[in-house]
Structures are given as structure tokens and as C-alpha cells.
């Protein structure tokens, strides 16, 4: 065991050998993000001093005990107000897309590095990130938007199918779905407005929310990219491939293994899309995450979100002497370079368990033999028992992360689902109401 003085002495190493030690860092994020506590974990390991700024309750004096910065997402200015009486700080980071958004006001604001509002409300922006790679000459898929109260029947005949409906605001799949027909289309339109007048929705007051976003249906395989931009250079860090196809009617994904088994040029060509798509949108410093389909007529990429890959996922990544993708994304938001940072030779993945119905979550059997199987290195079921469960398209969860290491793409895929099939998760079908 060190003793206080080695301890001491350890600590300042680090903080000498990484160059941000002793910074201080604003962390934006939501309260429930799985992702917050992994970068305040992240910024401790680096010796850095991190203020976390979150949409908690502003009337309540520091509820949780970590003197974080009370920040309303849809209010700017006031949020703008909260942050500079803390101030000043070397960095700003955030953990999803409406933290992304703030952040990048924060940045603007107090002379940090970060992308501009006016791209990362862009990025965000589905209807706005398909004009912009449009204007940039990439391929997009015929795409209008349509004011939520607009009479589906008749915005029906004026598209063709097969087609997706999507909120132009949410991520994670949420609210897409695919339509065949136009009562199909119907179908879609009326769920989708359904969707986006639940509470946890209309609360945020976003103009995005107002309209659902019709898209011819691109076929193809999918695949997510994981970078850092410095400058308006793209540095790819991983491509995920997602070996499930994603042709809906609903796009819940499951599977990402790393590193790519796509062809050499086709990874090339993905890595050249998504710098021209960084280009297009006018995103210049922090981490991105983005999504891309690839047939026959090239790379068609569908979002670049100027912000990590959600959830826990992120643990799917480790890169030299075990550093984790919060700890270099830190870095590079304290003004590190991390361009020489390798990924870990072994192949590595991660499943999203997908919920399978509606219903009060019981709970689950299985998970040690689950934990068994060769190259599964963690099983975290994040559902709690009672919780009530929504799968897509209108839920916005999982039941929880499977994450393997492996030799090989194939041996990783094989190890997640050979885990999945093992897990039994008891889901209560919950009871209509009756009067």
C-alpha cells in the first residue's frame, strides 16, 4: 500500500506526465446520463478539477452533494448566467446532444475550444443536417419536413415508398419508423405526434419538436464512426460495425463490434464521408459520434452528432495503457493532443439489450452463466426492478449492456449473443386500466 507522501508523489506524476493535470473542466450533462459519472471518473484519474453543470433542480441547494452547476437546457441565457459566476475553466465537454448545445454557447461565451452553436444545433437538427450535406454534394436521401399538424392522408401522396418518418430532435432511433404505404404512413405520422407530446418531451420546449421529417428508405448496411475533431480534422477513432440489419419498421440497435470487417476501401470511404460531413456541418473541436449506410452507391451518412457515443457503450473502447474514451476526450477538450492514441489491439463490442415489450420489469435469470461465456467481460443490467418498460420506438432505454473482448470481429459478436441467449428477463405485462 503507498503510503500518503508516495501517493502524493504518484499523483503529481500524472498529472505531470498528461499534461491537464490541475485544469479545470466544465462537464455538461444530464442528470440521469449513464455517461456522467464515467467522466468525472475519467477527469479524477487525469488529476483534473471537473464542474459538472446538469439540468438538475435550481431551487434546491446542491440535493446530490457535489456542488454541481444548475443549468436549464432550453434556457441559454439564464443557463449562460449560472455558468460564468462559476467561471473561469481551461475546458468545456458534454454527454449528449442538448448538453452538447449549451456547451457549445459555454464554449462561445468564455473562449473555449468547442464546435460553434450554429453547427452543433445543426448537427442535431436532422432537417438541417440533410440540407447542409446536400449543399456539400453528398448523397442524401429525398427528405421534407412536415408540421406536426399537418394532415398525414394528405402528406402521404406526397411521398414515396418505402419511406422513414422521424422526430427531427430525439436520437437513439427514437420515434423512427418505417412505412410501406400510405396507411402505413398514417400509422407512423400519428404515433410519432403521439410521441413528441409525452412530458419528458414537451418540457424542453425545442422547435425541433414541431415536425416529423419524411426520408426516402436508404438500404444498406450500417455502421457508426467514433472520432475527435481538432480544428476541422477528423481523427477516427473506431468504426463499429452493426452486423444486425437495421430495415425496421423500427431501427432499435443492438450489436457494435469493432474493429471494422468491412473492405479496406470501404472503411477509407467511410472515413472520407464522415470528414466531409464534419466539414458540411461546420463542426471544429470535440468528440463526435456518427452514423452511416453503405451500398452500391456509396457512403450515405445519416447523422454526425457533435458529442460521444451515449449510454455506457463507450466502455466497448479502451485505448493505450487502458484509457478509456472519457479520459481522452478530457484530453483533447483540456487542449491535449491525442492524435498519436492507438485503440487496443483486441477486437471488442458491446450489445444494447434491446426491451422485447412493454411491462413492469421483474427481473432476470441467467446473467452468471451469461457472464461465463468466453470473451464476455461484463453484464450490466441497468433496468431496476418496478421500473416500467417502453421498447421503441417511443421508449428511449435499454435493459441493459453485454460488453465482450476477443481475438477477432467474429469471435466478439459470437460471445454477445451467445451471452443475450442466455439471459431470461421476466417483463410483466402491465394491465389496461378499467373503469
Known amino acids: 500500500m503507498l503510503s500518503r507522501a508516495d501517493a502524493g508523489a504518484v499523483g503529481s506524476s500524472l498529472m505531470e506526465s498528461n499534461g491537464v493535470g490541475g485544469k479545470r473542466l466544465l462537464l455538461v450533462a444530464q442528470t440521469t446520463g449513464y455517461q456522467t459519472r464515467a467522466f468525472a471518473d475519467a477527469a479524477a484519474r487525469l488529476g483534473v478539477h471537473a464542474r459538472l453543470a446538469t439540468d438538475r433542480c435550481h ?43 449549451l456547451a457549445s454557447y459555454i464554449a462561445r461565451e468564455l473562449g473555449l475550444r468547442f464546435s460553434p452553436p ?36 394528405e402528406a402521404a401522396r406526397s411521398v414515396s415508398f418505402p419511406c422513414v418518418l422521424k422526430p427531427l430532435g430525439l436520437s437513439a432511433s427514437r420515434g423512427v419508423i418505417r412505412a410501406g404505404d400510405p396507411g402505413g404512413f398514417v400509422a407512423a405520422f400519428d404515433r410519432i405526434r403521439r410521441l413528441l407530446a409525452l412530458p419528458d418531451i414537451r418540457r424542453f420546449r425545442d422547435e425541433t ?20 475533431v481538432s480544428g476541422g480534422h477528423l481523427q477516427i477513432l473506431a468504426i463499429f460495425d452493426k452486423p444486425d440489419p437495421l430495415d425496421g419498421p423500427f431501427f432499435e440497435e443492438t450489436i ?5 470487417r468491412a473492405a479496406g476501401s470501404t472503411q477509407e470511404a467511410i472515413a472520407a464521408a464522415a470528414q466531409q460531413a ?14 452511416a449506410r453503405v451500398n452500391d452507391s456509396g457512403v450515405w451518412v445519416l447523422e454526425v452528432a457533435a458529442r460521444p457515443i451515449g449510454g455506457l457503450c463507450a466502455r ?5 495503457d487502458g484509457m478509456t474514451l472519457e479520459e481522452l476526450i478530457v484530453r483533447h477538450a483540456l487542449g491535449a493532443d491525442v492524435s498519436t492514441l492507438q485503440r487496443e489491439a483486441q477486437a471488442s463490442g458491446v450489445m444494447m439489450i434491446p426491451i422485447p415489450a412493454g411491462g413492469v420489469y421483474q427481473g432476470v435469470d441467467g446473467v452468471e452463466a451469461a457472464s461465463a461465456i468466453p470473451g464476455v467481460e461484463e453484464i450490466i443490467i441497468t433496468a431496476k426492478q418496478g421500473q416500467e418498460l417502453m421498447p421503441l420506438p417511443e421508449g428511449s432505454s435499454y435493459l441493459g449492456f453485454i460488453f465482450a473482448r476477443a481475438g477477432s470481429p467474429e469471435a466478439v ?7 443475450h441467449a442466455r439471459l431470461d428477463f421476466q417483463i410483466l405485462a402491465k ?5
Request: hydrophobic residues 50%; charged residues 25%; negative net charge.
Open 413 to 419: 459478436e459470437a460471445a454477445l449473443r451467445a451471452a
Open 431 to 435: 394491465l389496461p386500466m378499467t373503469r
Open 316 to 320: 466497448a473502447l479502451r485505448f493505450q
Open 278 to 291: 464534419v466539414a458540411a456541418l461546420g463542426l471544429t473541436w470535440g468528440p463526435i459520434h456518427a452514423e
Open 256 to 260: 457494435y463490434v469493432t474493429p471494422s
Open 118 to 153: 450554429e453547427a452543433v444545433a445543426a448537427s442535431r437538427n436532422k432537417f438541417l443536417t440533410r440540407e447542409r450535406l446536400r449543399a456539400a454534394g453528398m448523397p442524401v436521401p429525398d427528405f421534407l419536413r412536415i408540421p406536426l399538424e399537418a394532415d398525414a392522408g
Open 59 to 101: 431551487i434546491l441547494d446542491d440535493p446530490w452533494a457535489d456542488a454541481a452547476i444548475a443549468v436549464r437546457f432550453e434556457a441559454v441565457r439564464w443557463s449562460l448566467r449560472k455558468v460564468r459566476e462559476q467561471a473561469p475553466f481551461d475546458g468545456v465537454s458534454a454527454a449528449g446532444d442538448r448538453p452538447a448545445l
Open 209 to 228: 419538436d414541431r415536425y416529423v421529417q419524411v426520408e426516402t428508405f436508404v438500404p444498406g448496411w450500417e455502421y457508426a464512426i467514433e472520432g475527435v
